[in-house]
Nanobody, 114 residues
């Protein structure tokens, strides 16, 4: 199973980005998909999660500014980030629990300039 993330980049404060993640390979069931982020010197923290039944949770730091969605049939997920702040600068990682196993995609850099 591979997770391919895309959509990072450089954006000004107040701007928006959409991150996408596509899962491929031998997949029977994806229980949870989500986004995590890690900035230099910090731990990798959850940003948003979406379960197979559509339950969604957001980190307090992005709540109200982010929307996670999932296309189960295509095994894809997106994260819309709005009103971006410099503190949102980080490497964003796609994560999925596929058939009970954890998978990570390569990170995509999001840089928010002040």
């Amino acid at each position: 199973v591979q997770l391919q993330a895309s959509g990072g980049g450089l954006v000004q404060t107040g701007g928006s980005l959409k991150l996408s993640c596509a899962a491929s390979g031998s997949i029977f069931s994806i229980n949870v998909m989500g986004w995590y982020r890690q900035s230099p010197g910090n731990e990798r923290d959850v940003v948003a999660l979406i379960t197979r039944d559509g339950s969604i949770s957001y980190a307090d730091s992005v709540k109200g500014r982010s929307t996670i969605s999932r296309h189960s049939a295509k095994n894809t997920m997106t994260l819309q980030l709005n009103s971006l702040k410099p503190e949102d600068t980080a490497v964003y990682y796609c994560h999925a629990v596929v058939d009970g196993l954890n998978y990570w995609g390569e990170g995509t850099q999001v840089t928010v300039s002040s």
